[in-house]
Every structure is written in C-alpha cells, then in structure tokens.
C-alpha cells in the first residue's frame, strides 16, 4: 500500500467518526492555540516597553545614598556644581538636575477642586526631552522662563484631569496654588504611568526662589536627582565611568564603597527586563503547552478504541496479504493526521484570538503607562514549533496503538467478535 492510499485511508477513518475526532483534536486545539496566543502576547509585551523605554535607554540617573560601610562619613548632597562639572565629559551629551518633593504629601489645587498627591518637580527646561515625555496641550516651559524663574508649571494629566476636567487644554492658562505660591498652567503632559501622571513640573529658579522652605525641596544649591544622557546608547557604559570618576574625586572618595552617590542605567534595566521576558515568554507558553500532552492522552486512548473496533479488518486485511509494516505504517498515519488537524484548527484558533486581542487592546490600555503601544506580535517560530508539537505527539501517541495493530495474529483478529 502506497502513502497516498494510506492517507486516504486515514482521512477516511477521521470522517466516519466526526464528532469522537473533533473532541479527541479539542485538547490539541486548546493547547496549540494558548501556545501561539500567549507567545504573541510575550512578545507584544516587550516591544511595548522597548518603544516606551528605549528612547530614554541611555539615561543615567544619579541619587544620593548613604555609604555601605558602616562608621562612613557623613555622605554629601549632590549639588549644582557637581551638575557642571558632569557637564564637560566627553561622553555625556546633556545633565538635567532635580529637585523633586516627597510623593502624596504635596497639595496642588485650584479655587474649586485640590489634588492631594501631587508630586512636584523643579528641574531644567530640558527635562521633557530628556525623559521623552510628551504634551497633549500647550508647551513646556523654555530656556528663558527657567532661568528667569517665571512662575509657570506643567501638570501631569492625572492632576489636570481632576482640578480642570477631562479636556487637557482646559487646563491652559489657569492657575493653580501649590503650597501657597500661584503658578500659571502653560501645557499638560501625556499619561506616562501612575506614578509620573501625578506631578506638577516647574522650573528649578522658581522652585528654589518660592518653593524651598514650604515643603517641597532641598535646600540651598543642592539638587535630589541628576539625569545624564549619554551621547549614545554604545558609550552608557564609558559615560557611567566618567561619572564615577569625576564625582570621587569631587566628594573625596577613595574607596567604591565609601560613595555617597548611586548610578543606575535605564539601558541595564531594560536588558534585564528583556532577559525575563525571553523567559516568560518560552516558559508561559510551555505551561500551556501542558494541554498537548492531554491531547496526546486523547489520541492515544481513540486509537487504541479504533484498533479495538477495526480488529476483524486488520485480520481480513492480514490474511490478504497486508504485511505488519503496511498496518503499522496506517495507524501511525492516522493518529499524525488527527494530530495534524488539530494542530492546525489550534494555529487557526491562536491567531484569530490574537487579531482580537489586537483589535481590543488600545480600548483596554489607553492610558497604562509602558502597555500603552501594547499589542500581540506574530511571529512564524512559536507557531511552527507548536504544530511540529503537535504532529510530534500524534506521532508518539499513535506508536503504540499501532504496534499492537501490526503484532495481531489473522487468525486471532479473524476470531475476533
């Protein structure tokens, strides 16, 4: 019997019991399907906060912090001067300073309405492009405002939303009162995360001439965070170098483990974010995968039934000459097209759903920070190895039933009632 004949056969065999074949496919179909869905949704995952960080991949930010060794002297305070003098390394392209008050105790508010957690931030007016933060409305303040320390400020869009309502450039040109001191609306920033959608960002004259002194800041010339951009993502490394080195030498510190300072790369951060979500996404769809095996424990079980039902005909078709390999070779063929079918009916299954996922999502995450862009991504090797998968258990759970087809003497099938 050729390969062809055997397959027809075996399609043949699938038709003439529908409805026991749909549900023995059902758990490759389940399986098959949750493989090729959660990989796409992996995979959107991380491209979704790559686009949202990798713009800002060759960041560095710089804090105080005590010392790891214990009995250290007191550590210093970054300062203004440790900002310029940042300034001229070779691979750092811009320096912005901060001086950030302290999360849900600030109050911003208007005549009518207040907002009680507002985090407020003296900074540069370089500050927007060096977070890669956008504006929905109106401007952010420019070189001449902050230095002239002008009384204007940025709203998040979670402060705007609650003190002017929904419509962002409602918000423009208003006043809104912080700690006392009036400052006047000129742009609302776009959603960028919890966190960061609650903050009113000012320039860092203005903050230190009205703001220092009634709960928010630092004191004199002393800054809470410095954000530096290396001239390119290749040189963060060599640009956190310099870093260390200038400001050794400007708080006196001999030993690493006497800084008063820490350093942090967004670019390290988003490769370690990467590396877990390679995990995720080979070990979350090898879960699902589980119901592959469950499949396979169906085929298995339906063709051992069907080599039960089909005794007599393997005893017929022995006594006419069909040797053991040629029956061996037709099981094997029709639990890999069952298989087949269902492997094929889940890799259908999976992409529908990820196209609906695709269609809902920017409904469902409009304004969730990182998962904003979020959408599945499709991609040809979690789909092939799913169906090879599915093919493979097919092929394994089908080697049994058929030896036990092939090993059936003709005159014990032929008995056989």
């Known amino acids: 019997m050729s390969l062809k004949e055997a397959f027809i056969i075996a399609l043949r065999a699938v038709r003439a019991h529908r409805l026991r074949s749909a549900l023995t496919m059902l758990g490759l179909i389940i399986g098959v399907s949750a493989v090729v869905l959660l990989s796409a949704c992996g995979l959107g995952v991380r491209n979704a906060v790559d686009a949202r960080i990798e713009p800002i991949s060759n960041n560095i930010t710089i804090v105080p912090k005590a010392a790891d060794v214990p009995g250290a002297p007191t550590a210093q305070p970054l300062t203004e001067a440790d900002v310029a003098a940042l300034q001229d390394a070779p691979d750092i392209a811009t320096v912005t300073p901060a001086v950030a008050g302290s999360t849900g105790t600030t109050t911003i508010q208007t005549g009518s309405a207040q907002f009680l957690s507002g985090n407020v931030i003296g900074t540069t007016d370089q500050w927007v492009i060096t977070n890669n933060r956008a504006l929905t409305a109106g401007s952010f303040f420019d070189e001449n405002q902050a230095s002239s320390a002008a009384k204007v400020v940025v709203l998040g869009p979670s402060v705007a939303r609650t003190l002017f309502g929904r419509d962002p450039a409602a918000a423009l040109d208003q006043t809104v009162q912080i700690n006392h001191v009036l400052l006047r609306v000129i742009g609302v920033m776009a959603s960028y995360g919890q966190q960061q959608d609650n903050t009113a960002v ?87 995968g589980l119901s592959l095996v469950v499949g396979g424990i169906g085929v298995l079980n339906i063709m051992l039934v069907s080599v039960t039902e089909r005794t007599r005909e393997i005893g017929i078709r022995k006594a006419i000459g069909a040797t053991s390999r040629a029956i061996l070779k037709q099981f094997l063929l029709e639990s890999t097209v069952l298989a087949g079918f269902g492997g094929l009916l889940g890799v259908g299954v999976g992409i529908g759903l990820a196209f609906l996922v695709r269609a809902i999502a920017p409904a469902i995450t409009p304004a969730t920070g990182a998962l904003a862009d979020f959408t599945p991504v499709l991609s040809a090797p979690p789909v092939l190895v799913a169906f090879a998968i599915s093919l493979g258990i097919g092929l394994v759970a089908g080697s049994y039933p058929a030896y036990r087809a092939a090993r059936l003497r003709p005159i014990q099938a032929l008995r056989y009632e």
């Open 202 to 288: 000012v320039p860092l004259g203005t903050t230190r001439r009205y703001l220092i002194g009634l709960g928010i800041g630092s004191t004199g010339d002393q800054v809470n965070q410095i954000t530096v951009q290396a001239t390119q993502q290749a040189r963060v490394p060599a640009a956190m170098a310099e870093i260390n080195r200038i400001l050794d030498a400007r708080h006196h510190i001999a030993d690493p483990q006497m800084r008063d300072f820490q350093i942090q790369s967004l670019g390290s951060r988003l490769a370690s974010f990467n590396q877990i979500v390679t995990i995720l996404v080979l070990f979350t769809p090898a879960v699902a």
